[in-house]
């Protein structure tokens, strides 16, 4: 196999690298940080297999000869073909439908649940990525770890938990963009599991760079992904709206002071065409 030398100086300074992939996948070889394609290629050149290999700083040398050392070596195998590794996207197209299989519902139904889950490690063992390609992809599924197990929350579950968040925030008469995180994990973490309290919290918020007088971190609401978010629960139960009608109704479910408009919809991937 042809290694390059980023490849090398990661093994040099003791990256693992693995090759991934199920019987019916064209195997990748993955480092800790990046993914790359094994191709097949092929060379005029013989390339000689040998059991050892005796380095020239190791072999004996023979002042007679001017210290050239002449040994016989026996050759396992010869080739013109060899592997070359291109750089490439990590293939996680099966990871929204592996965590699709066991969606989190709520710990109310937790104690039943028999159905498979995944660790980080299962997931590596079945996804052909690098570590560090895996946890964006699980971050950009909104995936959250769970008792050890990586999930992704029900549609419905999720949409109860945002509402907690935002109706706490409305109670208080927070700013929108002073709504402080430590706050929101105390008084719900009695209703909702405080990991997933959080996570969800950091996919509709982002940091203002200011503290509450305690020191606790402040945030404003992400409008782009609210309103994405907003906009699939509605459309998501009938799959067609009067445009009028969706863009009043959506207006009306967003927090105060966020305004929607049609571009926030492909955040979430949403495709839009107006029925009469």
Not at 189 to 208: A, G, M, N, Q
Not at 243 to 264: A, H, R
Request: charged share 25%.
């Amino acid at each position: 196999m042809e290694v390059t030398p980023d490849i090398l100086n990661q093994i040099l300074e003791g990256e693992r690298v693995i090759i991934r992939g199920d019987k019916s996948d064209p195997a990748v070889l993955c480092t800790d940080t990046q993914t790359y394609d094994i191709k097949e290629a092929g060379t005029s050149n013989s390339l000689l297999l040998l059991p050892s290999v005796v380095w020239p700083d190791e072999a004996e040398t023979n002042d007679k000869d001017d210290g050239i050392t002449i040994a016989s070596q026996e050759v396992a195998g010869i080739f013109h073909n060899y592997l070359e590794l291109h750089l490439c996207r990590p293939r996680v197209q099966k990871l929204r439908y592996l965590m699709e299989e066991n969606l989190y519902t709520g710990k109310e139904y937790e104690a039943d649940n028999v159905d498979v889950k995944y660790t980080f490690e299962d997931l590596l063992n079945v996804i052909q990525a690098s570590p560090k390609e895996l946890q964006t992809a699980l971050r950009e599924l909104q995936a959250c770890c769970i008792d050890g197990f990586w999930r992704m929350l029900d549609f419905d579950y999720q949409f109860s938990v945002f509402n907690h968040i935002v109706n706490l925030v409305d109670s208080n008469s927070w700013p929108s963009d002073g709504i402080p995180l430590q706050a929101v994990l105390d008084t719900l973490e009695d209703l909702i599991p405080r990991k997933i309290l959080e996570e969800c919290f950091h996919w509709y918020t982002e940091p203002v760079g200011r503290t509450t007088p305690e020191g606790y971190d402040l945030y404003r609401w992400n409008e782009d992904k609210i309103c994405a978010f907003l906009g699939e629960v509605i459309l998501r139960p009938t799959g067609k709206f009067n445009l009028e009608e969706f863009l009043y109704t959506w207006q009306s479910t967003v927090p105060e002071g966020i305004t929607t408009n049609l571009n926030q919809l492909k955040v979430g991937n949403l495709a839009l065409s107006s029925t009469d």
